[in-house]
């Protein structure tokens, strides 16, 4: 597959950078009526927003130490619940204090929450105990807070949705490799299309620059310093959910103090080093074994649970450029010190390019707020005076209500398709996947975010080659829909199945991502599952792993095309370059 | 309780060693935790698929490049041919025939249209992919996709084409397995109304690749009868677990083991052995309520290895071995249980207890621990089952051995 560059597109802002905070600028921007394209260079959520505990704040955790942060979180925590109930569990969550713990910590802890707006409750041991049978029987007592679970992915499809029905684009798989300027203006933004192999120019007023922990890269393109701590946290995944709520440890934030249960999982997090780079995306088995290890002082089960998984995220946090005095945050490496709040960066006045604007910092809870003070900051120099309108509208999807997480179970009941389970850990049905793929789906990864296929105890060991097989139905069939049944003309070629992207290969690269983040954790009934999931794979089926064919490599390597020697193109094809073990497979008709 | 031997452990290697045993007059026990591999496997007999990754073309005589103490130098040649023409006996009397060559491995179609490389497969598995073939799924049925199948088949020369097959209206036209759809199939009037769509789907391709559905309380007769009714060959492919294939098979040997008088006990999962000096002398199993000592003069373990439950993987690298806390080499840390890749070798695969020619378990120095347990099967070290492709092949070869050794063991 050549290089080459298709015809431009124009808009008045591009928005660099696929997690909630681009997602929230760019629906921020659709709902005050400005055009918008956002770019990201793998599917959304894929960074920080999909590599994270899944916590909606309620912002206690920081009411001790940073009560910018935690007046941010609980505001937000209510709005998210208004205009996105479908993506939050309403599940609340407990502050528990352990023998040992510092009870004047406990006295600060309350006194921040108040504070900081945060309303708590102190619960006794035997109350804390009613509410969580399997906290362990020394807990002294514990504090009731308005914590939450909330799905990623779920908020940003909505936002993405809404922002698209009101105009907006989202191109992903379209990484930034440059940006054109004409003096102290950036004119277009250069995207590379990896799927089709090409570049193309955005041709735009404004860049928001919302890439999160890469935002600094982002900021090399378009040459402006932007400093970003890469800020580890590792997690780990329990088979089972243990707690009803979130489970936190009253005391200053630290390795392994927090239990979020998320649909059939639990998660346990977390930790925080300042790594080099935000792709350091390693689960070390030492950092996993603290987690286990500290979250089972509160929650003794999981000491002998089923670990499905570790994972790592990286905190996008903020280090402002020589900031007066001090000696600037993280010194000692741990990066819990750099405060969770965020920062507009106006480009114009910091470093003299006139159309950039740069958010950095923050947390999921507080995406929308982040997304209204930058566009606030844009519109104003646009001259847009259509008020911030994302904390009253509510998203596509709001009027089901709380995500109840028995909701999958109760809509497989209603519809009696227990049969037509293609994942039976996670209740994704055929329907689900038809319908993904039939809106355009290739990818297992995708259908993984899209519907937590493969996320259960037994790690993909059936839903991986359904869905393979589903896709194979679904090539040379761009529109989807109908399942391949030859019945009536048996003798017709299986469309153009030969230019389609190979399943198996999709199916491959799927099991490897899957496998890296299940190495750290192997052991016990887990150790069990992976050799039968290797005895379906490579022993049933005789999968090699040889069968990644040319055309799906190509869009893991760097485009060979003039210019490509371009120091200010590396940073683009390190982008383009996987570093999630994903690639893009070509699109039908592409 | 008391029994003469008791085998533990109800996969490839303890089904067959416990018949062979009772075939040689033992009195059997036999005692599982549940089901094993039959249930998991591809429904064939592998005895040696690839050698360093390369797929292998005669088995017996690749078994010459396989490491030093690998199961298969342990117990000769000999051992393997015997437990191979045995297992070609018992099926074919079982009306479970099985088609292939010792000498020479074959292709064994699978759901993903590769042709995994198998020594002996079921006669529903063994036609030849030849000409025009059609490769049909029955409507509704979700562990099957023909296009999957078919686009690998064609990548492989074979000129496949995918269809779907509707099924005749049954009990179950919502949602099913492949267990109920192989049990509807077993029905001979299920058939009759089944055979026109299918042979529609066909459209007079020359053979045709189906799920391994054809039926699993009827041995091999359903396959015959809708292959006669459709007028086509039909091959199954291997699918995901579980096996129906590997079902027929489990009930083949549970008749014979019953019909041998051997007594069975499911769901009680041996936990550990009293011993004597260097014998042990009973076994310990978890019974619904209590704990159960069965006195024994002989154990064989077919307990498996960490896929099989034989092997506990713990946390901090070590492995230990279930039943009799027999000595498994671990790794450092358990990062040393796993490859890189999935798709790769993975360490703690071909972990296992470590034996002398005779199958007793050795300690560092190659000495006999016990003097009356013998393992068998996946148990054992220096093999990898599914890497390899021989894990029907050593449980057949090790059962042909312990059913030698202990046959000419005078009863005490």
Known sequence: MTGGVRPPLETDVVVVGGGVTGVAVLRDLALRGVHAILVERFDLGTGTSGRWHGLLHSGARYAVRDQESARECIEENTTLRRIAPHTIEDIGGLFVLLPGDDEAYAAQFVEGCKASGIPTEELSAAAAHRREPLLAPDVKLAFSVPDGGIDSWSLLRSMAADAEARGCRVLVRHPIVGVERAGDRITAVRVHDAVAGQDRLIGCQWVVNAAGAWAGEVGRLAGVPITMIAGKGVMVVMASRYVRGVVNACRKPADGDIIVPQHEVAILGTTSEQVPSPDDISTPLADVDRMIDMCAQMVPAIASGRVLRAFAGSRPLYKPEAPAGGDGPAAAGDTREVSRTFTVLDHASRDGLDNMFSIVGGKLTTCRQMAEAVVDRLAERMGVTEPCRTATEVLPGADHGHHEVAAPLATVERDQAYGELICECELVTRGQVREAVASGLTELEDLRRRLRLGYGPCQAAFCAWRAAGMLAEGSGKPQGGAPVDREAQPNQPDGDGARAPDPVAGLERFLEERWRGQRSTIWGDQARQALLNHAIYRGIFDLQGDGVPDEAAAVNEPPTEPGAGDPTRRVGRELVGDTEGRASSRADGA | MRADVVVVGAGPAGLASATRLAEAGRQVLLLARGNGFTHWGAGSVDVLGRVGGEPVERPLEAIDRLPEGHPYHLVGQAAVRDGLDWFT????????????????????????????????????????????????????????????????????????????????????????????????????????????????????????????????????????????????????????????????????????????????????????????????????????????????????????????????????????????????????????????????????????????????????????????????????????????????????????????????????
């Open chain 2, 89 to 412: 006996r018992f099926t074919a009397e079982a009306g479970l025939g099985h088609r292939g060559d010792p000498e020479r491995n074959r292709g064994q179609v699978t759901a993903f249209g590769t042709l995994r490389p198998t020594c002996l497969v079921p006669e529903p598995a063994a036609g030849e992919l030849q000409g025009r073939v059609a490769v049909v799924n029955f409507a509704g049925f979700r562990d099957f996709s023909p296009a999957l199948c078919a686009q690998r088949l064609r990548r492989s020369g074979i000129d496949a084409t995918p269809a779907t097959a509707p099924l005749p209206a049954w009990d179950h036209d919502r949602y099913f397995t492949g267990v109920e759809l192989a049990r509807a199939i077993d029905d001979a009037g299920f058939r009759r109304r089944l055979a026109p769509g299918l042979a529609r789907a066909v459209a007079g391709a020359e053979v045709a690749v189906v799920p391994a559905v054809l039926g699993v309380e009827r041995g091999h007769e359903p396959w015959a009868d809708l292959q006669s009714l459709v007028g086509t060959p039909l091959v199954e492919a291997a699918t995901a677990p579980p096996s129906i294939p590997g079902l027929r098979l489990f009930a083949a040997y549970r008749a014979r083991l019953e019909r041998l008088g051997v007594r069975w006990q499911f769901g009680f999962p041996a936990v550990g052995v009293e011993r004597d000096g260097d014998r042990v002398t009973a076994v310990r199993s978890e019974g619904a309520s209590r704990v159960l000592a069965t006195r024994c003069q002989e154990l064989v373990l077919a307990t498996g290895g960490v896929a099989g439950n034989g092997i506990e993987a713990n946390r901090d690298g070590t492995l230990t071995e279930r039943v009799a806390g027999l000595p498994v080499d671990g790794f450092p840390d358990r990062l040393g249980f796993l490859g890189d890749r999935f798709l790769g070798d993975q360490p703690m695969a071909a972990a296992g207890v470590r034996v002398d020619a005779d199958l007793r378990p050795v300690d560092a120095s190659g000495e006999p621990l016990v003097a009356n347990v013998r393992c068998v099967g996946g148990l054992l070290a220096g093999h990898d089952p599914t890497v390899e492709g021989s894990r029907e092949g050593v449980a057949l070869a090790t059962a042909a051995r312990v059913a030698a050794l202990l046959a000419a063991t005078p009863v005490r």
